[in-house]
């Protein structure tokens, strides 16, 4: 079935720091792909999303581009802040309108 | 942008008791609602898909009559744990959409539940 993996984290920055936060996925046809971004004790909130490939996803800095040859979705900034410390996941829609989403990666962004 | 209001935000109760969580859309109308469970320091797992006048389904392993899953209208979707016990303690997220496969799902808050 459908899968998403992501890499694990926590991943541990110094503001202004070049973040990658890598995702892949396993799917049948062309699934949409999103990055959903989760702050303490809050839902989950849509930070960016592609519907198909080579289509680049972008907001707040974040940008994300769907890579059909490497069934890939990585997620990157080029300047972190504290402000963007949260838990990450990647998703991917199936047919049916469900999310998949990877296991999260946490983000620690250090003054 | 889509708005998703889930309340309680948090709710500590007896074990026993039964306890509702709402899930509301409030600028667009939700055909499709989808409730999570999220243990601590994990992802998201899909407990149920409910489509607005029609039966919920359920994914393998979660009981429905444990947690009964109301979408009576195409704003609202309510779930309602039963007879909730300590290890029913968890983070619950509702999602809802439009349902097309261009729109994203926009999510709750959360409730967390705490049985005592």
């Known amino acids: 079935g459908d899968s998403v993996t992501q890499m694990e984290g926590p991943v541990t920055l110094s503001e202004e720091a070049f973040l990658t936060i890598n995702c892949t996925y396993t799917?049948?046809?062309?699934?949409?792909l999103f990055w959903y971004v989760q702050y303490p004790g809050e839902g989950l909130q849509l930070l960016l999303k592609?519907?198909?490939?080579?289509d680049k996803g972008s907001n707040k800095g974040f940008e994300a581009t769907y890579r059909k040859e490497t069934t890939s979705f990585h997620l990157e900034k080029g300047s972190v802040q504290v402000s963007d410390s949260a838990v990450y996941f990647c998703?991917?829609?199936?047919?049916?309108?469900?999310?998949?989403f990877g296991s999260g990666t946490r983000l620690l962004v250090r003054p | 942008g889509a708005v998703v209001s889930q309340h309680p935000s948090w709710v500590i109760c007896k074990s026993g008791t039964s306890v509702k969580i709402e899930c509301r859309s409030l600028d667009f109308q939700a055909t499709t609602m989808f409730w999570y469970r999220q243990f601590p320091k994990q992802s998201l797992m899909l407990m149920a898909t409910?489509?607005?006048?029609?039966?919920?389904?359920?994914e393998q392993g979660v009981e429905k009559d444990k947690f009964l899953i109301n979408h009576a209208s195409l704003t609202l979707s309510t779930l309602t744990v039963t007879s909730a016990h300590p290890e029913d303690s968890s983070f619950y997220i509702c999602?809802?959409?439009?349902?097309?496969?261009?729109?994203?799902?926009?999510f709750g808050d959360g409730t967390r539940l705490s049985i005592l």
């Open positions: 409910s489509n607005e006048g029609s039966k919920a389904t359920y």
């Open positions: 799917a049948t046809g062309y699934p949409s």
């Open positions: 998703a991917l829609m199936d047919s049916s309108y469900k999310l998949i």
């Open positions: 999602s809802a959409t439009s349902g097309n496969s261009n729109q994203p799902q926009h």
């Open positions: 592609a519907t198909k490939a080579d």
